[in-house]
Structures are given as C-alpha cells and as structure tokens.
C-alpha cells in the first residue's frame, strides 16, 4: 500500500495543488493522496491564517469527487506547532506496517528543509517527492543538503531517485506548473476579481458564502 501526503496551509486549495497531486500519484501510481493541513505551521506563526474549520471544509469540498484523495485532520487534533515528522510518525504508528508513505513537497520548500524540525530524521522515514518546475528537473541533493548528510544516499539509476541507508528515497519530479498562489488568490478575492477557474467553484461559491478573503 503506497501513500502520499500532501501538506500546507491551503489557505484556499486550489487547482494547482491538485493538478500536482494528481500527476505524483499517476507518476508513482500510490494508491491515495492525504491533504494534510497545518493547524500552526511552524514558518507562519505570525501569519493571519484562515480558521482550520474553514479550510478543511474548502479541501473536502474540493477533493470530494476524487475517491483516491482523502482528508487528515491529524495537525489539528494534535496541540502545538504543526511538524511533519511528527504527521509522519502518526501515520506510520495508526496504520498497517508495509505502508509506503510518500511525502510529497513542492521545490522551495525542500530547498528550506535544513530549518525544518528534525529534518534529518524525516528524510530518513518516508520516501520524499520533490515537485520541480521546468528547467530544475536535475536537481541534485548536493545543492540543497549538507555534503556529510547527502553523501550518505545514493543515486539508484533504476528508480531515478537517491536511496539513502534504510532504504527510503528522495524523488525529484518535474510536474505541470501552474503559477498560482493562494495569496494570489486572496489579493484577487480582496480586489473584486475573479478566481474562476484557479479554485474549483465549490470552493468559489464556499467562500463567497463566508465572505473569506474579503469576499461577498
């Protein structure tokens, strides 16, 4: 059973997120994506973020006619700072053993991942998915990870990714780019403009309906 999770703020989800999600789990063929939102992501703590109630309804209403795309509410009902190596290690512990997790992030994040916590740890745990934009397809570890860390995974030529000592992978993949923000899509709510077609209309008319962003 293969796995992926799929985490950010999604203050709103929009069609970028699933358009990526979709192609890692066609390139990957994982049997269900998780859209995991932060409840207190660590790098926005001083940020003014949407009510977790809102955006999980925004994401279930989204997702809702994918039956391979689920929900997790895990970073909510965990108190706290929202980290993912500590989503990962809920997952491994609550379901079955041979369970292949993939953690799917988008390029500038990995890029990040040195500030994340127990970085070193996570990468060790779960296969990572690292979604490039064109032009970056051959990204190497050497450039976003410390000599000494990197050193110890692998280029595995058949799999076209970097097999690290306990056997888990570090996956670059470039996937269809969208050039959409989510704080794109709020300045545009704030203006009066409209974002058909870059969120899916239930999600449009689900916060025109609770005037988030500025909207109604």
């Given amino acids: 059973m293969k796995w992926g999770l799929l985490g950010g703020t999604f203050d709103p989800i929009h069609v970028g997120h699933?358009?990526?999600?979709?192609?890692?789990?066609?390139?990957?063929?994982?049997?269900?994506?998780?859209?995991?939102?932060?409840?207190?992501?660590?790098?926005?703590?001083?940020?003014?973020?949407?009510?977790?109630?809102?955006?999980?309804?925004?994401?279930?209403?989204?997702?809702?006619?994918?039956?391979?795309?689920?929900?997790?509410?895990?970073?909510?009902?965990?108190?706290?700072?929202?980290?993912?190596?500590?989503?990962?290690?809920?997952?491994?512990?609550?379901?079955?053993?041979?369970?292949?997790?993939?953690?799917?992030?988008?390029?500038?994040?990995?890029?990040?991942?040195?500030?994340?916590?127990?970085?070193?740890?996570?990468?060790?745990?779960?296969?990572?998915?690292?979604?490039?934009?064109?032009?970056?397809?051959?990204m190497t570890l050497e450039g976003v990870l410390p000599a000494e860390f990197s050193s110890s995974f692998a280029f595995d030529e058949e799999a076209q990714g970097y097999r690290g000592a306990t056997g888990r992978m570090i996956y670059f993949r470039q996937v269809t780019f969208l050039d959409i923000s989510s704080s794109d899509i709020r300045r545009r709510v704030r203006e009066g403009k409209s974002i058909r077609y870059i969120v899916p209309d239930a999600v449009r008319h689900y916060l025109a309906k609770h005037s988030l962003y500025g909207a109604g």
């Fill in 18 to 138: 699933l358009r990526c999600a979709e192609e890692v789990l066609e390139i990957f063929d994982l049997n269900r994506i998780i859209f995991v939102p932060a409840s207190l992501p660590p790098h926005k703590l001083d940020a003014r973020i949407t009510p977790f109630h809102h955006r999980e309804q925004m994401i279930k209403l989204a997702i809702d006619d994918n039956p391979v795309f689920s929900f997790s509410s895990v970073e909510r009902e965990r108190e706290g700072t929202s980290y993912s190596v500590e989503t990962v290690e809920h997952f491994q512990q609550k379901y079955i053993k041979d369970l292949e997790l993939y953690f799917i992030v988008g390029q500038d994040a990995f890029q990040a991942i040195r500030t994340w916590k127990d970085w070193q740890r996570l990468l060790t745990m779960c296969h990572f998915v690292v979604m490039t934009r064109p032009g970056y397809a051959s």
